[in-house]
């Protein structure tokens, strides 16, 4: 399943071991690297301020009531995994980056990007287009493949005309059919009205 990442930003974390939340997803942790989830920094009542992050690999399942873990103990603090703190001390974030094509034509900022819900890997970027361009096309959907380079400030991808699918075309197909009650009073003919001539032959 695919979720947005501004979905997840609020997602409840829900621990086995107590039967309830314990605390509120604040923060993604993004390895530019991977372009991967690696980790989510966790705010609420019972979070500890220090050990406040969540390694995803911690996360039992995902579904629309929350983020299941067995749990507190899976808070740790940052300095607890040397990878994850790493990552954190980059402050590498992918919202707002600039999006370039190979060419240089200046495709717009990252809106949003979506992610798998089983590992939690970058599947699309979302464009928020310049304003110049917004009249055609007010977002771009960009999949993972046609991502060339990231930096700390921008996201290059492959040729803007060739490879930039639109939002929409990545949204359910709805079918623009002829209503089956309007074809049917088509299909079947008013009654003729007897004429005198008729009942004269009859």
Do not use: C, W
């Given at each position: 399943?695919?979720?947005?990442?501004?979905?997840?930003?609020?997602?409840?974390?829900?621990?086995m071991?107590?039967?309830s939340?314990?605390?509120?997803?604040?923060?993604?942790?993004?390895?530019?690297?991977?372009l991967?989830?690696?980790?989510?920094?966790?705010?609420?009542?019972?979070?500890?301020?220090r050990a406040?992050v969540?390694?995803?690999?911690?996360?039992?399942?995902?579904?629309s009531?929350?983020m299941?873990?067995?749990s507190?103990?899976?808070?740790?603090q940052?300095?607890d995994?040397?990878?994850i703190?790493?990552?954190?001390?980059?402050n590498?974030?992918?919202?707002?980056?600039?999006?370039?094509?190979?060419?240089?034509?200046?495709?717009?900022?990252?809106?949003d990007?979506?992610?798998?819900?089983?590992?939690?890997?970058?599947?699309?970027?979302?464009?928020?287009?310049p304003?110049?361009?917004?009249f055609t096309?007010?977002?771009?959907?960009?999949?993972?493949?046609?991502?060339?380079?990231?930096?700390?400030y921008k996201?290059?991808?492959?040729?803007?005309?060739?490879t930039?699918r639109?939002k929409?075309?990545?949204?359910d197909?709805i079918?623009?059919?002829?209503?089956?009650?309007?074809?049917t009073e088509?299909?079947?003919?008013?009654?003729?009205?007897?004429?005198?001539?008729?009942?004269?032959?009859?």
């Amino acid at each position: 399943m695919l979720i947005t990442s501004s979905k997840l930003i609020g997602t409840p974390i829900l621990s086995m071991q107590a039967s309830s939340s314990i605390g509120n997803v604040s923060e993604l942790i993004v390895d530019p690297e991977s372009l991967k989830i690696v980790a989510f920094i966790i705010t609420g009542p019972l979070a500890d301020k220090r050990a406040n992050v969540l390694d995803v690999k911690s996360i039992r399942e995902y579904s629309s009531f929350g983020m299941v873990i067995d749990s507190i103990d899976e808070l740790v603090q940052k300095e607890d995994i040397l990878k994850i703190s790493d990552i954190i001390d980059l402050n590498f974030n992918l919202i707002d980056l600039k999006v370039e094509s190979k060419k240089g034509s200046k495709l717009g900022h990252v809106s949003d990007f979506t992610v798998t819900s089983e590992d939690f890997t970058l599947q699309q970027i979302i464009v928020r287009r310049p304003l110049f361009k917004s009249f055609t096309d007010s977002e771009l959907t960009i999949p993972r493949k046609e991502i060339v380079e990231v930096t700390d400030y921008k996201i290059i991808v492959k040729d803007e005309e060739k490879t930039i699918r639109k939002k929409a075309e990545n949204e359910d197909f709805i079918p623009n059919f002829v209503n089956p009650f309007r074809k049917t009073e088509q299909v079947h003919a008013p009654a003729r009205t007897k004429t005198p001539a008729d009942t004269d032959t009859e």
